[in-house]
């Protein structure tokens, strides 16, 4: 009775599939065919721009599986678009791209206004808010191998929560 056998297994691997999928439908960016292999992202926005602004920033928590970098970003919607950091030199807020962005295995790096966040520069539309932004995240692991992580950005004028950090006022 090999049907017996193979029909609960079809159903527990079914049951597992939609359990894989479901987490990453209800994330704010939906990862497009997601894989085990790539990091999990949460709590990602774009912020909001009006007709004639150049740039804006987006931001997210991104947790990897195993250690790699962040190495890249692209989208439709920027010319430009890069990793960025901002950090207190001093007295002095200096913001500047990075070439890699490391994510290290189980730890969730925040990408947030005022810290870590990505640049999209040389805008091709205004944002409103309500609108999804495409973004692709280039990935590097240790060996070298690089993956893209498709996702679906929605765009706020702040944080989702309500959530204020000391340089959310803060323009590109």
Known sequence: MPSRVFLPALCLAAASAVGAIA??????????GQSQHLPRVEGAWVRSAVPGQHGTGAFMKITAPRPM?????????????????????????KMRALPA???????????????YHLMLMELKQSLKAGATVPITLLLRDGAGAESRLELKVPVAAKAPG???GHMDSHKH
Do not use: F, N, Y
Not at 77 to 92: N, P, Q, R, T, Y
């Open 162 to 164: 309500g959530g204020h």
């Open 23 to 32: 987490p990453a439908q209800a994330q704010p960016a939906t990862p497009a």
């Open 69 to 93: 970098q962040l190495v890249g970003v692209s989208t439709p919607i920027a010319g430009v678009a890069e990793v960025h950091e901002m950090k207190m030199e001093g007295d002095v807020m």
């Open 101 to 115: 962005l490391d994510l290290p295995a189980g730890r969730t790096v925040e990408l947030k206004p005022g810290g």
